[in-house]
């Protein structure tokens, strides 16, 4: 059994973090240690799995009194959304870089890192947690690394519908997407499609589809 620690990340641990984004994702979605500080000197934080001295899995987020649900006002891309100034009076955390090395992907890191995210959100008096969704299962890729993932045809026809019509497909179809199975599975909710938000991941297209959990009283002994 691999045994971790799940704590909120120091600023002088940046390199720690962009070692791990280099683990995690491919070439050209890695943010670099300047990048990370950039986001923190703006009000971001991170929330980190440790086992020893290294990060396994990690997701940065940021408060905001922004309103997820006005798609009109929503960052238009990831570079908006990664960079946009923490603000007040919160209501709405936003998640990005949820990662985890590919050695310990299934083992429970990334589930551990999510409930101190939402639990961190509830303490503040955020009321949504929304992230963007990322669907690798769009276009695929293929290979050794940690991005392999197989292209879904009928994933892949959903999302091309939900750009050309404007209409979110059922939600059988957008869970084809192991990742956005995963959310859904954290009862979030799909809100819009964003096309070109990231065109450098092409395994989704440049897509991502933003998610939403609407937060309530906190259970006792649930963080979800």
């Known amino acids: 059994m691999t045994h971790f620690i799940v704590r909120r990340m120091r600023p002088d641990e940046a390199p720690a973090l962009a070692d791990l984004e280099s683990e995690a994702w491919p070439a050209g979605l ?77 083992r429970g890191s990334v589930q551990r890192v999510v409930d101190a995210v939402i639990e961190n959100a509830r303490s503040v008096g955020a009321r949504y947690v929304v992230g963007d969704g990322r669907c690798a299962a769009y276009a695929g890729s293929a290979g050794p690394g940690p991005d392999r993932t197989r292209c879904d045809p009928l994933f892949r026809r959903a999302i091309d519908d939900w750009h050309r019509s404007g209409r979110k497909p059922g939600i059988e179809l957008l869970i084809r997407d192991p990742l956005l199975r995963f959310h859904h599975r954290l009862g979030c909710e799909f809100l819009h499609l964003a096309p070109d938000f990231l065109p450098s991941d092409t395994a989704s297209g440049g897509f991502r589809v933003i998610f939403m959990k609407r937060l309530t009283r906190q259970e006792p002994g649930s963080t979800r």
């Open 30 to 106: 890695q943010a670099s240690e300047s990048m990370i500080r950039k986001r923190l000197e703006l009000g971001h934080q991170a929330v980190v799995a440790v086992l020893g001295t290294r990060f396994i899995a990690a997701a940065c987020f940021y408060h905001t009194s922004q309103d997820p649900t006005n798609t009109g006002r929503f960052p238009r891309d990831f570079e908006r959304f990664s960079t946009q100034p923490a603000s007040e009076p919160i209501r709405s955390s936003y998640v990005y870089s949820l990662c985890v090395t590919p050695a310990e992907r299934g």
